[in-house]
């Protein structure tokens, strides 16, 4: 094994045990557990997101529409059909994974800012429907009056209502489900030709490749993992409001992923730990949190091009 | 039997005809070289052959099936691969990797989540094979951006020969090349035609490649067939002289 990798394998460690000891370690520096269920469904949410834009080289700016349908799904599935945590969490992936798949169908014919453009429309319906249709979603007041639920193993059941610790584990587990099935995707072949369509759409036509079926496929992927986080986002909150579905949300989320690095699988975590921690800090302190933010997403795009990750990289390098 | 059949083909963009009416037929096993001035319409009649545009009348046939309508990567499905005037590949993956993808994709395999150690194994005998074919084998780890030019050109070879083409489309492979990249190019294509029979069809500026490689010569001006035939033929063709040199010659 090369130094390289050596030192990739222990980073990749690295990261794991501190996830698996946050709620230990993050008290002693000001933190809660809650805030780190926060770190890790966003943390989902800019990687999917970055699924698309670091691994296929395509930006969508309406992603919180499948965080959003996921989260709606999510929360009237607990409301209406049944009292079941894992069941909420199956319907709102689908929901907000299926409907990704069909709009995505019309959208992967158009390329750069066209498709940017598309996407923030369609997202923008979705999050007018969800003001307008108050009966089923509760408009601008949000979903409300669900709850998650125990996780029922017959012989023992799991209360992650109250306890956050377990609640924390419990999206752990999830993200690290997600995160795992994400980088397996990626180290397929057909990861391998989303790369190709990011570095040359060209060339990876003329191998063959049907580039907009492919484009199509990381997309539908891409939506369903957006959807798994803003099912775990309603779970987290207990409520799901038409903000999760608007494009300023995308927004962050390509924040995120831009801020931390997008061309490192793990960039988009980093990128949402600073977001999460920073905005979790400031907005205590002036409700003017968002300028800071600016700063440095200026600062960064402007010096750091490859996020803060590969800041960190660099400096270790030499 | 005739690998590619280009019949009476067209191409308009606006009031411009850059192609007009230009048949080609070129048996298996043929090395055939498209030469013309500047503005001769070489480049959109090879982006028609593959499949890059759709001409607006006539038609392609590719080992006599029509493939006038398919897109682009159908082609390459049924064995056309080309190359570009500049260089096309994927700048910040290895020369390994680049050639890996179009070696996945050729198998079948785009679509596979995983392969098999077996699969592995084969899939790596072919793209060593194709890199050694290419003179590659000292740069297999190194990034396709690093590589000088002629070594890109080469790599953008071996990923279309990686794909087992039965028709070999190479647009102007030396074109931007120094005097030594042109020569090393040049008898790789050489190799490809004589010692592994790939049936090519090449867009060339340079004269002495075209001379020393083509075993026959279809000379494109202002969009239209001007003649064809053996290089000596064409040498010695006084339509050929005037488009070349100006109508004083």
């Not at chain 1, 394998?9 to 370690?25: E, V």
């Not at chain 1, 409301?79 to 990704?100: D, E, M, Q, R, W």
């Not at chain 1, 400031?282 to 200026?298: A, E, P």
């Not at chain 2, 010569?217 to 064409?234: R, S, Y």
Request: hydrophobic fraction near 50%; include cysteine.
């Amino acid at each position: 094994m090369t130094r390289e990798q050596s030192l990739k394998l222990a980073s990749i460690a690295a990261i794991w045990i501190a996830l698996a000891f946050a709620p230990l370690w993050m008290p002693i520096f000001g933190g809660y557990t809650a805030l780190g269920t926060r770190v890790l469904v966003l943390g989902l949410a800019a990687m999917s997101v970055n699924f698309l834009l670091g691994f296929t080289g395509v930006l969508s700016f309406g992603h919180a529409a499948y965080f959003g349908l996921g989260a709606y799904g999510a929360g009237l599935a607990l409301k209406f059909i049944a009292l079941s945590t894992p069941l909420a969490l199956l319907l709102g992936t689908l929901l907000g994974g299926v409907v990704g798949s069909i709009l995505g169908a019309v959208m992967v014919h158009r390329r750069g800012v066209y498709f940017a453009m598309v996407t923030i429309a369609f997202g923008q319906v979705f999050y007018y429907i969800a003001f307008q249709w108050s009966s089923l979603t509760g408009g601008d007041d949000g979903l409300r009056g669900f709850s998650r639920q125990p996780l029922d193993f017959g012989a023992f059941q799991i209360d992650i209502i109250h306890n956050t610790t377990y609640f924390y584990y419990f999206v752990l587990i999830c993200f690290a489900l997600a995160i795992g099935l994400m980088g397996f995707i990626l180290r397929s072949p057909f990861g391998r030709t989303m790369v190709a369509i990011r570095e040359n759409e060209r060339r990876a036509r003329f191998l063959g490749i049907p580039v907009e079926r492919h484009i199509w496929i990381a997309f539908t992927l891409s939506c369903f993992f957006m959807a798994f986080a803003g099912s775990l986002y309603a779970l987290l909150n207990n409520f799901a409001d038409p903000r999760g579905l608007h494009y300023s949300l995308s927004g962050d989320f390509v924040i995120m992923a831009v801020m931390g690095g997008m061309r490192n699988f793990w960039g988009p975590l980093l990128g949402a730990i600073v977001f999460v921690v920073l905005q979790d800090f400031l907005s205590s302190i002036t409700i003017n949190w968002m300028s800071f933010i600016g700063i440095l997403i200026v600062l960064v795009v402007l010096f750091f091009p490859r996020g803060l990750l590969g800041l960190l990289q660099r400096s270790s390098a030499t | 039997m005739n690998v590619l059949e280009v019949k009476n083909v067209s191409k308009r963009f606006g009031s411009l005809v850059a192609v007009r009416d230009v048949s080609l037929t070129v048996p298996k096993g043929e090395l055939r070289a498209v030469i013309g001035p500047n503005g001769a319409g070489k480049t959109t009649f090879f982006n028609l052959i593959s499949g890059f545009f759709r001409p607006n009348s006539g038609s392609v046939r590719f080992e006599g099936e029509d493939v006038t309508t398919l897109p682009a990567q159908q082609r390459v499905a049924l064995g056309m691969a080309r190359t570009f005037q500049i260089t096309e590949i994927f700048p910040e993956l290895t020369v390994f990797e680049n050639v890996r993808i179009g070696a996945e994709v050729a198998a079948g395999f785009r679509l596979r989540p995983w392969i098999s150690r077996a699969e592995k194994n084969e899939l790596k005998q072919r793209i060593d094979e194709s890199l050694t074919l290419c003179g590659l084998t000292d740069k297999t780890d190194r990034l396709a951006a690093e590589l000088a030019p002629g070594h890109q050109r080469a790599a953008e070879i071996a990923m279309a020969l990686i794909l087992r083409p039965r028709l070999l489309l190479l647009d102007e492979p030396t074109a931007g090349m120094g005097d030594q990249e042109t020569y090393d190019i040049t008898q790789l294509v050489r190799r490809l035609h004589r010692d592994n029979n790939f049936t090519i069809v090449l867009i060339e500026h340079d004269m002495r490649v075209v001379f020393h490689l083509a075993d026959r010569i279809t000379v494109l001006d202002q969009g239209a067939l001007l003649a064809e035939g053996t290089p000596n033929e064409i040498a010695s063709n006084d339509d050929v002289q005037a488009a070349y040199l100006g109508k004083a010659a």
